[in-house]
């Protein structure tokens, strides 16, 4: 059946002028973050609050709307700055207001949207200069990004077709179906070097012209939305606040390998990111841009949204397509790779979330324009999600080349201590790309970060997670941390993963446990080789970089462990002493009245003590104590 199509010229036009007769627009953060902080709580107050005031009030532009009145409210997807929501953005001033409740509204209807002036009160402040922000793009953790791929996540709203139309949307998808051969599509997408941003950083185009001449006339493009990594939410992120984006970028992906059908497979916990997904699809095909006939190019292209369970190792492509095809998500040898012999055993296309949204900037642009931005060997911008001792975390996005120092110190805001209070000589050590990546130190700060300069340290870029580390941080625990994960998450089909990662975890715990001897180190890192050598997939053959990593940079703490059975960042509970740190501590009593053995004692206002002999680590006082005073029983 042929669909009745959108004309997106008209539509574009119109939503454009509905904008424009609508005064002020008040844009909520309706990502999860932010959602999770109440932000749609923060929607519905202002909405009622500006129509109590008598405000005329739109929630929804489009050529059907009679769009008259003095504010339009709506959501959008994560605005980035996590660490400070719920946001509310204010436009055209471009206020943004920052931990936003609903019983904030009556300020923000009565100052701004009545008597046109920020609330004070609401506006941003840097937590290290104290200095107040008014305006989004004055904030440092937004003026130091180049927003490319994410420039219209947290300004649009995700659940409106008519608006991404409005701002050029789908018209590169468009020039893909009518105006260029699968070929072209091919070689503009090599020409602008880019790289898979799923961890890789095998050339997109190249993965596309390799899949191009198998034969068959069924190909699959799948979207990889399986986005496990601990810290990590960029593609999610993207899913939630541009999904029409994704959307034409697996389109483009489509025509160029010559396939009519695709997948967007999003793991279960990403509600919100299914939610819109599934909106975009469903909106797209009612409005003809997906269907039959698509862009009356007299090709057909449709798309399904598959919810994952959320085993990480789904995220490779090949249990990734098992998963699909109904089967338990385990990897297989390859060759065949997926180019020849995917999806239900068709040639198939696997590319992550935030390559795939790069590519209509790309066919709209061109590649020589792409190719502004970045390394030579790493075009483009890359997103990060930044997390940990850092002041400001959130969703970030740089040109390929920014340094580690530029990312933390000045987007970030600088490191922070276990109080949250920046300190400025306080950085130990980055985890870059999860469990997968491995660790940078100091002397890595001022290197340009791009696919092969953190290779060539012995890390991976990954798919962009960035966890900070403060000095207060044990590395053999972190080490511990990401095995713990990945053996947790290891599927089990071959014996290297399975067992290599149980007993590494076993070793390490022996370490941070007092129980180790000389010998162990030898024998975690020759178990570490043996993981990555041996392993199926990239799971298990990565799993051992953050034990190697740290080994490489930390091997002393290691050493600490073992022979002085003592951790020196204090966090090992076996190899702590219980102390109470005379300089930090009030006398409150606080501790001392907690104690269920009365092991702590003291005068009022006076440095107490605790008996070592006496204390059972339970971690309670440390969890009373205001002042940070007590170290060794956690």
């Not at 000389?518 to 975690?524: D, S, Y």
Request: proline residues 5%; hydrophobic residues 40%.
């Amino acid at each position: 059946m042929i669909q009745q199509k959108i004309d997106m010229e008209a539509t574009g036009q119109a939503y454009r002028q509905a904008r424009q007769a609508v005064r002020r627009r008040v844009i909520v953060c309706a990502g999860t973050g932010c959602v999770a902080n109440g932000s749609l709580k923060v929607y519905e107050a202002l909405r009622q609050e500006t129509e109590a005031r008598g405000l005329e009030v739109v929630v929804k532009l489009g050529d059907d709307c009679d769009c008259k009145g003095d504010v339009f409210v709506s959501k959008s997807g994560c605005q980035g700055f996590c660490q400070a929501g719920p946001l509310v953005t204010i436009e055209p001033e471009d206020w943004l207001y920052v931990h936003v409740k609903p019983e904030d509204v009556a300020d923000i209807v009565e100052q701004t949207l009545i008597h046109d002036r920020p609330v004070k009160r609401l506006v941003y402040v840097d937590p290290a200069s104290h200095e107040a922000f008014e305006q989004t793009h004055e904030i440092p953790f937004y003026k130091r990004q180049q927003r490319v791929v994410l420039a219209e996540c947290g300004n649009i709203d995700p659940e409106d077709i008519r608006e991404y139309i409005a701002r050029g949307g789908y018209a590169a998808a468009k020039r893909a179906f009518k105006e260029m051969q699968p070929e072209q599509v091919c070689e503009e997408v090599l020409a602008s070097g880019l790289r898979g941003r799923g961890g890789g950083g095998f050339p997109t185009g190249r993965k596309w012209a390799l899949t191009l001449p198998e034969p068959g006339e069924k190909k699959f493009v799948i979207c990889n939305g399986d986005e496990g990594d601990p810290g990590a939410f960029m593609d999610r992120s993207l899913m939630e606040g541009n999904p029409h984006r994704v959307l034409e970028g697996i389109m483009i992906a489509a025509r160029a390998i010559g396939a009519d059908e695709a997948y967007v497979y999003v793991r279960a916990e990403y509600p919100l990111a299914v939610q819109r997904i599934r909106k975009a699809v469903a909106d797209a095909e009612e409005a003809g841009i997906l269907g039959e006939d698509v862009f009356d190019s007299g090709r057909n292209m449709t798309c399904q949204v598959m919810e994952g369970a959320g085993a990480f190792v789904c995220g490779e492509e090949t249990a990734l397509m098992a998963s699909i095809e109904g089967l338990r998500g385990m990897p297989r040898p390859k060759p065949p790779f997926p180019a020849q012999s995917g999806l239900w055993g068709k040639p198939t296309v696997i590319n992550n979330v935030e390559t795939l949204a790069t590519v209509p900037l790309i066919i709209a642009e061109g590649s020589g324009h792409y190719r502004r931005l970045g390394t030579a060997g790493s075009p483009g911008t890359k997103t990060f999600a930044v997390t940990g001792h850092v002041a400001n975390t959130g969703l970030i996005e740089v040109p390929f080349g920014t340094t580690l120092r530029e990312i933390i110190f000045e987007i970030g805001g600088g490191v922070i201590d276990n109080l949250g209070q920046v300190m400025p000589d306080g950085f130990k050590a980055v985890q870059i790309g999860g469990p997968s990546g491995g660790c940078l130190i100091a002397e890595h700060l001022d290197m340009p970060l791009d696919f092969d300069s953190v290779k060539g340290i012995g890390a991976m870029v990954g798919s962009g997670g960035l966890v900070v580390m403060n000095r207060d941080t044990c590395m053999v625990k972190i080490a511990h941390f990401f095995m713990r994960f990945t053996q947790n998450e290891s599927c089990g089909k071959c014996v290297p993963c399975r067992e290599g990662t149980k007993q590494m975890l076993w070793l390490l715990e022996d370490i941070m446990e007092g129980r180790a001897t000389a010998q162990t180190l030898e024998l975690l890192e020759e178990l570490a080789s043996a993981v990555q050598l041996g392993s199926l997939c990239g799971l298990g053959k990565t799993a051992p970089n953050p034990v190697l990593s740290t080994l490489r940079y930390f091997r002393s703490e290691y050493e600490a462990h073992i022979v002085q059975k003592r951790c020196p960042a204090g966090q090992c509970k076996a190899l702590a002493t219980p102390e109470i740190l005379a300089d930090r501590c009030k006398g409150c009593g606080a501790c001392l009245r907690k104690c269920p053995v009365n092991a702590i004692t003291g005068e009022k206002k006076m440095p107490h003590r605790i008996d070592a002999g006496t204390c059972i680590k339970c971690g309670t006082c440390a969890q009373v104590c205001r002042f940070d005073a007590i170290v060794g029983v956690n």
